[in-house]
Structures are given as C-alpha cells and as structure tokens.
C-alpha cells in the first residue's frame, strides 16, 4: 500500500509531466505559426516556471521579429511600386496619385483612408493640391493652395521636416465646420535641400509616433523627390528644344524677310499709291470704286505682313531701360479698348500695385501685350470677357492675358507660335503676331507659355525676372 507522501510525489510528477507536455504543444503551436500563445506560470519558481517564462519571451520575440519582416516585406513591395514608376512614361499626376494609394494601403501604418500630395508651383511658397483621397469637396476647396507656413503641411514646407500629430492641436491653422478629431503625418519631399512638395496622410486619434513609419514615409518622399526632378529635367530638356526649334524657325524667316522684304514693299507701295490717287478723283457710285478700295485694302494688310517680315530680320539685341510695367499695361489698355468696345468685350485690368519696374524694351514689351490682347478679343465671344493682370512674385513679375473664349486643341497648341500659323479666318490675320511676341520675349530672356482648353478658354503668361534689372547696360 502507497504511503501519502508517494501519492504526493507521483501526483507532482504527474503535473510537471503535465506542464512539460503543455510546453511541447505550445512550442509546436509556434513552429505552425501561432505566435499569439502564452504560457502560464505557476508560483512554484521551479525549473518549469524558468522554461515558462524563456519560452514566453522566446515567443513574444519571434512575434515581434515576424511582424517586422513582414512590415519591412509591405515597405519593400511599396518603395519597389513606386520606383517602378520611374521606367515608364507616366504623368506626374498619375505617379503621385499611385504613390498616394501604396501609403494608404498598408494596414498596419493605422492611416485613415485619406491623404494629399502637394507640389510647389511658381516658386511663391505656396503648395498646390495635385492628388487627393478622400476628402470632400469642401476640404479640396479649402486646402487647394497652402502658403507655406500654414497649417501642418504649410510648416513641413517651411521647416524641410516632418510634422507629426496624435490630434488636432493649435498648428492645425484649417479648420471647417464638422472636423473630427484627426492626427497627421506631413512629410516634405525634398531635393537638394529644395523642398518640392509635401505628402499629407491622416492618423486616428492618439496614434503613436513610430520610427519605422517615419522612415518608410521619408522613404517614399525620396523617391518621388527623385521622380520629380526627373520630370523636371525633362520637361526642362523639352522646352530647350522647342526653343532651339522656334530658333530656327526664325531665324529662316528673318533670313526670307531681309532677302524679299524689300523687293516686296517697293511694288506695294507703288500700288497703294496709285490706287489712292485714283480713288480720290473717283465718285463712290463709280463701278471701279468698290475694286481700288479692295486693292487699297489688300495692298494696306500685304504691306502689314511685309512690316512684320522686316521686324523680324531687324530684331536686334536688346537695350534694357527699366520702366513700370503697370503703366505699360494701361497705356496699351487704352489703345485696345475701342476694339473691345465694337466687339462688345469687356477689358477687366487686374493690375497688382506690387509689380515695380522692370527692365527691357519698352515698345517690344507693348507690341507684345497688344498682340496677346487683340487675339484674346478676336477669341472671344460677344458679350465675353478679357482679363489683363500683372502679379508680383518673390523674384518675378507675371504678366496675364486670359480669355473664356474658343480656346485651342493640345495638338494646335504645338503651333501658336509658329511663323504663319493661325486659327482666324482668311484675312483676319498673318499668323506672325505670336511668332514676333516669342521672338521678342526670347531676345529678352523671358518666358512666355500657353493654357488653354478647347471651348474654355486660352491665358497667355509671360514671366519677367526681376534680374533683368541687373542687365541694364
């Protein structure tokens, strides 16, 4: 018969048996994937316990190392996505909303489902929303343009580095009617220490601030830094060639214009003088009368054409004199407002007091203000509108001439500034006014761009350095 203390002895034996078996399932249990198992720990302090307590800590270990790779496996797909991008002919546009959407798709950052990119547009310190998800209407309205400074997005702009929040606090300048309580991640993506836009994501309410997600999110901000200045380079390279281009484009015509011009003008002239003489000795119920007026009319716009041919082959380099760009609009302003008023067009002068002098040729600059106005009116529907604004910038001043007209293809926006090129009918233009204009704005050292949207519309923009001023000579 067993004595009590052999009934206590095999009773222990029979529980730490028990508790090694529990070990060795558990031990399985994390070998098939089961990280999430615990063991329990007795207060006996045995030599079990200890077992316990390692495996525990081994488990919680392995947990934590598993989940790592696995983060560390979603950024790697993510940033591998997202440099993918650079190999094909994407739209910045399409590669920021791309990039946008690999962000928010990663469960474990705790992101909302919402978030922006913002690029740096006119070098004013100001950030433009390209690309959003999930914000209403207001909040696109709201935070389309962010001065730097302003708000999370606006600071990360500012400082070059990112703004983190667990909850809206007093650097949330935005705020609209309705507003939940949110956290934000800003990053800045930047280049060169140049800071080119900003990714904006959402956080839930007292979210953590996590080293690893930093990185990850400083990660893809790097390589959309990279994309960015790619395109930029490229377009950059375009832009030269079109330059290049249009170069030699005018430069044939100045070499047509000084070899024919003049053998041109001396017959029209002869022409217009003879039609003139005998229009005057005519009655106007002659019937010669209304032909000598067409030849008088079509010698006057054939010797127009051929003053612009010359205009070409005489450019010269150009005398910088500063002078005030605001007067300069309003006095050809007052030319070209009898033309609006026979058009029935309104002229709306948006003159910013701010613009100060600039510096080039005056009548260049005039002649190219008159010919972005009288194409805006031509554009222009009766009873429309025709805008002429000058806007001060940081280091440039932007001169603007808009219209809700007819507006242009892409493909004929190609064409504008070609030499002959033009949209109007037959004998309503010679298709050199915006070739002189670019001509000019090239000898300056300008720049002159198009916008325009077929049936909505054309603004021409001319961007003047106020570095020209150092050119006076």
């Given at each position: 018969?067993?004595?009590?203390?052999?009934?206590?002895?095999?009773?222990?034996?029979?529980?730490?048996?028990s508790?090694?078996?529990?070990?060795?399932?558990?031990?399985?249990?994390?070998?098939?994937?089961?990280?999430?198992?615990?063991?329990?720990?007795s207060?006996?302090?045995?030599e079990?316990?200890?077992?316990?307590?390692?495996?525990?800590?081994m488990?919680?270990?392995i947990k934590n190392?598993?989940e790592?790779?696995?983060k560390?496996?979603?950024?790697?797909?993510v940033?591998?996505?997202?440099?993918s991008?650079q190999?094909?002919d994407?739209?910045i546009e399409?590669?920021?909303?791309?990039?946008l959407?690999q962000?928010l798709?990663?469960?474990?950052l705790?992101?909302?489902?919402k978030?922006a990119?913002?690029l740096v547009?006119?070098?004013?310190?100001?950030?433009?929303?390209?690309?959003?998800?999930?914000?209403?209407s207001?909040i696109q309205?709201?935070?389309?343009?962010?001065?730097?400074g302003?708000?999370?997005?606006g600071?990360?702009?500012?400082?070059?580095?990112?703004?983190?929040?667990?909850c809206?606090d007093?650097?949330?300048?935005?705020k609209?009617?309705?507003?939940?309580?949110?956290?934000?991640?800003?990053i800045?993506?930047?280049?060169?220490?140049?800071?080119?836009?900003?990714?904006?994501?959402?956080l839930k309410?007292?979210?953590?601030?996590?080293?690893?997600e930093?990185?990850?999110?400083?990660?893809?901000?790097?390589?959309?830094?990279?994309i960015?200045e790619?395109?930029?380079i490229?377009?950059?390279?375009?832009?030269?060639?079109e330059?290049l281009?249009?170069?030699?484009?005018?430069?044939?015509?100045?070499?047509?214009?000084?070899?024919?011009?003049?053998?041109?003008?001396?017959?029209?002239?002869v022409?217009?003088?003879?039609?003139?003489i005998?229009?005057?000795?005519?009655?106007?119920?002659?019937?010669?009368?209304?032909?000598?007026?067409?030849i008088?009319?079509?010698t006057?716009?054939?010797?127009?054409?051929?003053?612009?041919?010359?205009?070409f082959?005489?450019?010269?380099?150009?005398?910088?004199i500063?002078?005030?760009?605001n007067?300069?609009v309003e006095?050809?302003i007052q030319?070209?407002?009898?033309?609006c008023?026979?058009?029935?067009?309104e002229?709306?002068?948006e003159l910013?007091?701010?613009?100060g002098?600039?510096?080039?040729?005056?009548?260049?600059?005039q002649?190219v203000?008159t010919n972005?106005?009288?194409n805006a009116?031509?554009?222009?529907?009766?009873?429309g509108k025709?805008?002429?604004?000058?806007?001060h910038?940081?280091?440039?001043?932007?001169?603007?001439?808009?219209?809700?007209?007819?507006?242009?293809?892409?493909?004929?926006?190609?064409?504008?500034?070609?030499?002959?090129?033009?949209?109007?009918?037959v004998?309503?233009?010679?298709?050199?006014?915006?070739?002189?204009?670019?001509?000019?704005?090239?000898?300056?050292g300008?720049?002159?761009t198009?916008e325009?949207?077929?049936?909505?519309?054309?603004?021409?923009?001319v961007?003047?350095?106020?570095?020209?001023?150092?050119?006076?000579?």
């Open positions: 018969m067993r004595s009590e203390a052999d009934s206590a002895s095999g009773g222990e034996e029979n529980s730490n048996e508790r090694i078996n529990r070990i060795i399932e558990y031990i399985i249990k994390v070998a098939g994937g089961d990280y999430s198992v615990q063991l329990e720990v207060d006996k302090n045995d079990i316990d200890s077992l316990a307590v390692g495996f525990n800590m488990a919680e270990d190392n598993v790592n790779i696995k560390d496996m979603d950024i790697q797909g940033l591998n996505n997202i440099l991008l190999i094909k994407n739209s399409y590669i920021l909303e791309y990039s959407k962000i798709s990663i469960a474990w705790s992101l909302e489902s978030g990119v913002f547009e006119n070098e004013n310190d100001t950030l433009v929303m390209k690309v959003q998800n999930g914000f209403s207001s309205d709201i935070c389309a343009e962010v001065k730097f302003q708000c999370f997005c600071r990360a702009a500012l400082t070059g580095e990112v703004q983190f929040a667990d809206i007093e650097r949330h300048d935005v609209y009617e309705g507003m939940n309580n949110h956290g934000h991640y800003c800045p993506i930047v280049s060169s220490g140049r800071v080119l836009g900003v990714i904006n994501t959402y309410i007292g979210h953590k601030l996590g080293e690893k930093e990185q990850f999110l400083k990660a893809v901000a790097d390589i959309l830094a990279k960015i790619n395109k930029n490229e377009k950059e390279k375009e832009k030269l060639q330059k281009f249009q170069s030699e484009k005018m430069s044939a015509i100045g070499k047509l214009a000084s070899g024919v011009a003049h053998e041109i003008n001396n017959p029209l002239t022409i217009l003088g003879y039609s003139q005998v229009l005057k000795r005519l009655k106007e119920d002659n019937e010669f009368y209304k032909p000598l007026k067409m008088e009319k079509e006057v716009r054939s010797k127009i054409l051929v003053e612009q041919l010359l205009q082959s005489r450019m010269q380099k150009v005398v910088f500063p002078f005030d760009l007067k300069a006095e050809i030319i070209v407002i009898s033309k008023k026979v058009s029935n067009i002229l709306i002068p910013d007091a701010g613009v002098l600039i510096s080039g040729s005056k009548n260049q600059i002649q203000i972005l106005c009288n009116i031509d554009a222009s529907n009766e009873g025709v805008w002429v604004r000058t806007k910038f940081k280091d440039f001043a932007l001169l603007e001439v808009e219209d809700k007209g007819s507006g242009i293809s892409e493909e004929i926006k190609k064409q504008v500034f070609e030499p002959f090129f033009t949209t109007k009918e004998g309503k233009g010679t298709g050199l006014g915006l070739s002189l204009s670019f001509e000019i704005i090239k000898k300056h300008f720049e002159i198009l325009s949207e077929k049936n909505k519309g054309s603004k021409f923009m961007k003047i350095p106020y570095s020209s001023l150092k050119n006076i000579c």
